[in-house]
């Protein structure tokens, strides 16, 4: 099993190093300290203001328990806050500060040129082939992982 280039996993590991690193270079030239899931995650917090960690995990498909030192950290970073919900007090509420929010909007043309770096060997319509072929893979195989992707609530 030396056909490395035929094999779903090992150029699904290989494209997620190349985003990665095609991420933290575009950011860190535009001077952000952010990772690709700490940006999920405060993307995701910006469009469901109030969500708790267990539904932000859902959402961005990240594990539960890992969840909690990614959102640690946009807090540490002035980024987000989290507070005791007034129904549920062992709930703890996510939401953008005006530094995440401001963080959000500088941050667009780094996500956007990265995006375009990942399928720079790609025509357009090669590009939305790929990306059409990986959500329909990512679909049916969404119950596999050990962090499916869930619809907040």
């Known amino acids: 099993m030396k056909d490395f280039d035929h094999m779903p996993g090992h150029l699904a590991r290989r494209f997620q190093q190349i985003a990665v690193a095609v991420f933290h270079a575009e950011a860190n030239a535009l001077g952000f300290d952010l990772t690709p899931v700490q940006f999920a995650a405060l993307s995701a917090i910006d ?3 109030g969500i708790d960690q267990a ?3 859902g959402v961005i498909a990240y ?3 890992t969840i909690t030192g990614v959102v640690d ?3 540490q970073k002035g980024l987000a806050t989290r507070q005791a919900s007034v129904s549920d007090r062992r709930v703890r509420e996510l939401r953008v500060t005006a530094l995440g929010a401001k ?3 500088e941050i667009e043309p780094a996500v956007r040129s990265a995006q375009a770096l990942m399928l720079r060997g790609l025509d357009e319509d090669e ?3 790929l990306l059409g072929l990986l959500r329909k ?3 049916a ?6 962090a499916p992707m869930r619809a907040a609530e």
Not at 141 to 146: E, H, P, Q, V, Y
């Open 127 to 129: 590009a939305e082939t």
């Open 103 to 105: 963080t959000l909007k």
């Open 55 to 57: 539904g932000l995990a």
């Open 63 to 65: 594990d539960r328990t």
């Open 137 to 139: 893979a990512v679909e």
């Open 73 to 75: 950290r946009l807090v």
């Open 141 to 146: 195989g969404n119950d596999l992982s050990r």
């Open 47 to 49: 469009s469901y203001p």
